[in-house]
């Protein structure tokens, strides 16, 4: 090391020194804020998936209120926490029904996400409310994609309005909803094929079934759900700024948050898209579902532990 | 494919190169960008950190510094890495006679399913009985599904509607397999969390009891950070033998790929590249690192065009060219040869640093113009065809006509039709290498000039481009084209 170099660190040293925070004095314990500190932060905030973007923020952010100072990692943590909750924070509502008529409801989202599974968690939602469920099996592409929602269907005890396998999509949406109007149900809910955000083709499908739906109810759909797997990590943002493109979603459901996946890709697309999240699914069966609380939610962000059911 | 990563990484080592001489600090700085990349793909966290580890060490060395052109030192150090961390390759499946157990296995909706199907027809392809088990029990109509599938490619499937032991299903299966010849088994069980001890326990029982050959991990390429714990946890239960990733087909940067391989430690077998059966491809981690590099996957897309073009056809078009007689009926052959490849996006997006133009060309519905061009065609009379000079103005009326387009757009197609037929010429002449760079300069200047590219956008089903939307298609070619210039400066 040179002799200027020396001086260099000398005068760090002090101009950290300056920097302690008189409460700092007092402390029995903690660390200094300093690189080693920064990064060991930037790995938790990545590590939830929430993106290289929102993490530097963050970490720019901790450091122009921290530098210097001797802290704790959770103190710094709950500072973190506090901001992401009032990030997450949004309308206690989580699904607007329509004033008369059947409130219906398309989900849609990547392959192998969770839609079909969390629409019956949605029907039974509802069902337990009171209201009387249709759903419309419009995923006609995926092998047995019928035969899995007429499964959920049957235990649930909601009827179904199914088509032929490889029939138009926007078809059987329409016959749903349609039939939803006919017996005077309260909620239609529409299963869409999962489909990659970057095909063109299948995200005009889509379009035209929100177009066909429109005809028969001007305001339908009034929710369009974006199913997200918890385990996705960036590509998340791509699904929710071209499906929001394609279709105008409403929210998320946050799918799979059962496992060791944070979902704190959600954090991003909130920042980006806005998108809110409205639902966490935590399981396989129907009532696996609850509603999304940011809260809990940016805890389970930072812990091990799987979030709280 | 890794479109994005290709991105990140490509524009990271831009900058870099745009400097010229490279000094230990800019070097800091562009391995930093490197890392950004590796971590908005979706690399975990410590893989990125080994990674980068190993290449700053060789980059900040003496060697690279002052190196001749240091900056190709540092990419060469880059990719080189990148193999390394993603191989080496083993697509055997280690087949033995008389029979051989698969077992696929992996979290919820990752593709296992789906992927029993795409191994059964490739296996059939390789002239071998393969025998499909439904050993999800627990998905409703997951059973139904693979019979679906098992029908739709005529390979039997076991299973047992109403049954509840996956383990016993399996041990049947394989007595069944044996009876009736079959030399493939392959165990489709259900999806599960890595933290569901009891269902990750029913797994190592049927391991135990089945004793398969090989047990691959079925993961979806759009995976994040939790890719890493999913992937150490099934291994530790079931000693995996190799990986399959799924969903490559989308602009996932693909990043799972080095995350699992980094803490399996077994080899990336095979890819799905969409949810079709044919969509099962062999993983590459030399193209695949090439493509992240911006060096394209030519490689991958000269076997597919060995298996799907029509070799007599292709060697009787290059024939006729090289005589001067390629006409628009070679023409209309080449673009159903060339559809035969796949969607057309995936095909460029193969072609060396052609990942951005899929990206511009994404509301462009090039399959739509592809359709529209043969349609054309189609409407032409055979002399039209063999001599498209014939084709006066009444002429292109009634062919516009016929093919549902406008007039000028058969102007249009001729235009390019020459355009073609003059860069087939001279690529005839050509070696490979050439080739690809003739290639390279066809849809540079295609970029450059959208109008002269595929007939105009104009499009019976999808809706058309607003002014806006024009402009934002323009304005990304023309900074693309920029960008081109600009590197080829600095080469
Ligand atoms: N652990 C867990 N598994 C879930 C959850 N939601 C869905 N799954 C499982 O994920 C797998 C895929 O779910 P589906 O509902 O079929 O997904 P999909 O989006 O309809 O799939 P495609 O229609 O094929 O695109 C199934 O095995 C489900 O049981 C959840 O919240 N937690
Ligand atoms: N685009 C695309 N979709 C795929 C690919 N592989 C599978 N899929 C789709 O992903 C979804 C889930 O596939 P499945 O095969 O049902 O997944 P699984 O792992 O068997 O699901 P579970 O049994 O519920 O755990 C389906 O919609 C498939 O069509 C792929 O390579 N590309
Ligand atoms: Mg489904
Ligand atoms: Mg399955």
């Known amino acids: 090391m040179g002799l200027f170099d020396k001086i260099k660190q000398g005068l760090s040293k002090t101009r950290q020194l300056l920097n302690t925070d008189i409460r700092d004095l007092f402390r029995s314990e903690g660390r200094l804020v300093d690189q080693a500190f920064l990064d060991e932060l930037f790995e938790l905030l990545i590590k939830t998936d929430m993106g290289v973007k929102s993490a530097e923020e963050t970490v720019e952010a901790v450091q122009s209120a921290f530098r210097g100072r001797v802290v704790q990692m959770a103190e710094v943590l709950e500072e973190v926490k506090k901001k992401l909750k009032a990030l997450m924070a949004q309308p206690a509502e989580p699904i607007r029904h329509a004033a008369s008529g059947p409130t219906v409801i398309v989900v849609c989202g990547v392959n192998g996400c969770g839609k079909t599974t969390s629409i019956a968690k949605l029907a039974r939602l509802f069902t337990d409310q009171g209201k009387r469920v249709v759903l419309g099996a419009a995923d006609t592409f995926r092998a047995a994609a019928v035969d899995q929602l007429t499964v959920w269907s049957q235990r649930l005890g909601v009827e179904i309005v199914t088509g032929q396998a490889g029939s138009d999509p926007a078809s059987v949406a329409h016959r749903a909803v349609a039939h939803s109007q006919e017996i005077g149900a309260d909620v239609c809910i529409i299963d869409t094929a999962g489909r990659l955000q970057t095909q063109y083709n299948l995200m005009q499908e889509l379009s035209k079934i929100h177009r066909v739906i429109g005809k028969l109810i001007p305001q339908a759909p009034h929710e369009v759900v974006l199913v997200l797997d918890a385990t996705t990590g960036q590509n998340g943002i791509s699904q929710a700024q071209h499906f929001t493109e394609a279709v105008q979603c409403t929210g998320i459901l946050l799918a799979k948050l059962d496992g060791t996946a944070k979902g704190g890709v959600v954090v991003a697309i909130r920042q980006s898209v806005g998108l809110p999240v409205k639902y966490v699914g935590v399981g396989e069966q129907a009532d696996d579902l609850a509603l999304f609380e940011p809260d809990p939610f940016v805890d389970a962000l930072f812990d091990g532990a799987p979030p709280p059911r | ?491």
């Open chain 2, 1 to 491: 494919m890794f479109e994005s990563l290709q991105e990140g990484l490509g524009s990271a080592l831009r900058a870099l190169r745009g400097r010229g001489k490279l000094t230990e600090s800019n070097m800091r700085e562009g391995l930093r960008a490197v890392q950004t990349a590796l971590l908005e793909a979706d690399v975990s966290f410590p893989a990125a950190r080994e990674f980068m580890a190993r290449v700053s060490e060789q980059a900040v060395g003496e060697r690279v510094l002052k190196a001749l052109n240091p900056t190709q030192q540092l990419v060469g150090i880059v990719h080189q890495e990148l193999i390394n961390l993603m191989g080496p390759v083993d697509h055997s499946l280690r087949l033995k006679p008389p029979l051989s157990i698969l077992m696929l296995c992996g979290l919820q909706g990752s593709g296992k399913t789906t992927t029993c199907g795409k191994l059964g027809r490739m296996l059939v392809q390789r002239g071998k009985k393969p025998m499909l088990v439904a050993a999800d029990l627990q998905r409703p109509a997951a059973i139904t599904q693979l019979e679906v599938l098992g029908e739709r490619l005529g390979i039997p499937v076991y299973a047992e509607h109403g049954a509840s032991d996956p383990v016993a299903v399996c041990r049947k299966a394989v007595d069944e397999a044996r009876r009736s010849g079959a030399e493939v088994v392959i165990l489709d069980t259900a999806g599960r969390l890595h933290v569901d001890e009891q269902l990750m326990q029913q797994l190592s029982t049927i391991e135990r009891r089945v004793q398969p050959d090989q047990v691959y991990f079925v993961v979806d390429s759009m995976t994040g950070q939790d890719a890493v714990n999913s992937a150490k946890a099934f291994n530790e239960a079931l000693e995996l033998d190799g990986v399959i990733l799924t969903k490559l087909d989308g602009d996932a940067r693909g990043g799972a790929a080095l995350s699992v391989k980094a803490v399996t430690g077994v080899p990336i077998k095979f890819i799905g590249t969409g949810e079709h059966l044919d969509s099962l491809e062999e993983f590459h981690p030399d193209r695949m690192a090439g493509r992240i590099l911006g060096m394209g996957d030519i490689l991958s897309l000269v076997e597919q065009a060995h298996e799907k073009f029509d070799q007599e056809e292709a060697k009787l078009a290059e024939e006729r060219l090289r005589k001067g007689e390629f006409t628009l009926d070679d023409f209309r052959k080449q673009l159903s040869q060339v559809k035969k490849l796949g969607p057309l996006n995936k095909v460029l997006g193969m072609l060396p640093g052609m990942g951005q133009m899929t990206e511009m060309m994404g509301n462009a519905d090039a399959e739509g113009d592809f359709r529209r061009l043969g349609g054309i065609i189609d409407s032409m009379t055979p002399q039209e065809r063999g001599n498209p000079k014939l084709i006066d103005q009444s002429r292109r009326r009634r062919i516009a006509a016929g093919a549902g387009v406008e007039p000028h757009e058969v102007n249009e197609l001729v235009k390019q039709y020459d355009g073609m037929a003059d860069l087939m010429k001279r690529m005839s002449k050509l070696g490979i290498r050439e080739r690809m760079k003739a290639v390279q300069e066809f849809s540079r200047s295609a970029a450059a000039n959208p109008g002269g590219r595929l007939v105009k956008q104009k499009q019976g089903t999808g809706k058309r481009l607003t002014p806006k939307e024009k402009a934002k298609l323009r304005r990304l070619r023309e900074k693309e084209e920029r960008r081109r210039r600009r590197q080829e400066r600095n080469k």
